[in-house]
């Protein structure tokens, strides 16, 4: 079955410490992205990659970095710059085939807790 | 900018009938509907692409005004399985990918 995997569920972390999250995704599909949802809240934009080799900062990058060395893999690393941390993390993914208008399919998201 | 969702909460009793407004201050390429539970990913739920485009079925349907700037989203004579929170989705500029989603609107239907 095709989709897309986040690693691990839950993930807790020390200050001062960087953390990456995994995102995987079998769709073959060319666009990731990574979104952050604190409680009770909307999701906001932290980083997309259209293609392989190359990624955009979306609203809230900082503290944040990315790699797409694959078109399969988007993983996202949360620095020690990032002050606040604790968050619900969703990767997605979504066909792009030259029209902009598909729907986003979501992984099962990471839970990450700053200790 | 992000779209502006209302109302950002909505109590139901089962059976009721709920309108989520997603609006814009320019115009949107297309917008998506989804639903998300407590703990989970959003789910699609429909997309809607043209000025005064209405889709769906009987009981969840939305429609997408002839500017583009505003879409609604209708649930009808909802039952306890619509609780979760809506959002509304939408390319920010045409070419570039970039995916932002509305502010949400929190819905719990009560039995």
């Known amino acids: 079955d095709g989709g897309i995997t986040q690693s691990p569920k839950y993930l807790f972390r020390k200050e001062g410490q960087n953390v990456t999250l995994s995102c995987e995704q079998n769709l073959n599909h060319d666009a990731m992205y990574w979104y952050r949802q604190d409680p009770g809240q909307g999701l906001r934009l932290i980083y997309y990659s259209q293609i392989v080799n190359d990624f955009q900062k979306g609203d809230i990058a900082e503290g944040y970095s990315v790699s797409r060395e694959k078109k399969e893999s988007f993983p996202l690393t949360v620095t020690s710059a990032q002050k606040n941390p604790t968050a619900f993390y969703l990767c997605a993914s979504r066909e792009t085939s030259g029209i902009v208008y598909n729907e986003q399919f979501f992984g099962p998201g990471t839970r990450l807790t700053v200790l | 900018q992000q779209p502006v969702q209302s109302p950002q909460a909505v109590i139901l009793r089962e059976g009721e009938d709920a309108v989520i407004n997603c609006s814009s201050s320019k115009a949107l390429y297309s917008v998506h509907w989804y639903r998300q539970k407590h703990g989970e990913a959003p789910v699609f739920l429909m997309i809607?692409?043209?000025?005064?485009e209405q889709k769906g079925h009987e009981k969840i349907s939305a429609s997408f005004n002839e500017k583009k700037q505003q879409s609604s989203l209708y649930l009808t004579a909802s039952q306890l399985s619509y609780s979760g929170t809506y959002f509304c989705?939408?390319?920010?500029?045409?070419?570039?990918?970039?995916?932002?989603f509305g502010t949400g609107t929190r819905l719990k239907v009560l039995a």
């Open positions: 809607l692409l043209k000025g005064g």
């Open positions: 989705g939408t390319d920010h500029t045409s070419g570039t990918y970039k995916y932002i």
